[in-house]
């Protein structure tokens, strides 16, 4: 009975870690998701960035020659117009390119961290249902006792019920071994070795094939067979044809303890 409590235990530990597996999932496809991207924008950024330079100048400068007034008056005049300018201008596509920002190991701690404390709750819930049970018994006593004999007796009834079902299986099995084959069958047993593998009878029990050092039951009109572990753990008693009176339920179960309610 503890080894099927311990296994509904770890098959509900297992469950609910199945459950945050899809959470984990998550995670991970959204980190890599998120790595994928700023991969491919930071080549983009890096490779697609183009700068362009341009110069030019240009310098206006008018001479007037001579010596005469009008001459003078020109110059000063029209040297006034007289200019010079160089222009240098570079431009580039950094505004228009993407600018990723990659996430910190903080970042990644963080989005970790819950998952992993949520794991550990999974692991850890059996204990404070452990917890919980001991501290509402030591504060009432009656209650837990009354608890653990509805509990202890839950466990009989379905002992007994599972011994009910096995023996039921046992008697089908053996009554289908008794019943007569078809003559073709016996011919291929005798003539062909290849198939006697599968035309063989089997064990009551376990559905074993029958081999040497196999039982068979020397009741007659019995001839049940059993592999020698399942007569072992019979207690070398056929179930077929004893009466059930005469059987304990030890036979049947783990426990050598007598099915017996508790008040």
Known sequence: MGSGLLGAKTGLKVRELLETLPILLLLVVLCGLDWALY??????????????????????????GGDSMLARLLRKTIGALNTSSETVMESNNMPCLPQPVGLDARAYWRAAVPIG????LC????????????????YFPKREKKRILFLYNDLLKKRAA??????????????????????????LHRGCPLLRRWL????????????LESYVCRTLDCEAVYCWSCWDNMRQRCP???PREELSSSAFSDSNDDTAYAG
Request: charged fraction near 25%; hydrophobic fraction near 45%; proline fraction near 3%.
């Open 200 to 211: 063989r009878r089997r064990c009551v029990v376990c559905q074993a094939p029958e081999t």
């Open 39 to 64: 991969s491919i924008f930071d080549t983009i950024r890096h490779h697609s960035f183009l700068q362009y330079s341009f110069r030019s100048s240009h310098k206006l400068e008018v001479k007037v």
């Open 240 to 242: 077929v044809c004893t």
């Open 123 to 138: 692991l850890l819930q059996a204990f404070g249902y452990r917890l919980r049970r001991v501290i509402a018994a030591f």
């Open 162 to 187: 599972f011994t009910k079902l096995r023996r039921a299986a046992i008697l089908r099995r053996a009554r289908q071994q008794k019943a007569p084959r078809h003559p073709l069958a016996d011919i």
């Open 117 to 120: 404390l949520l794991v550990c």
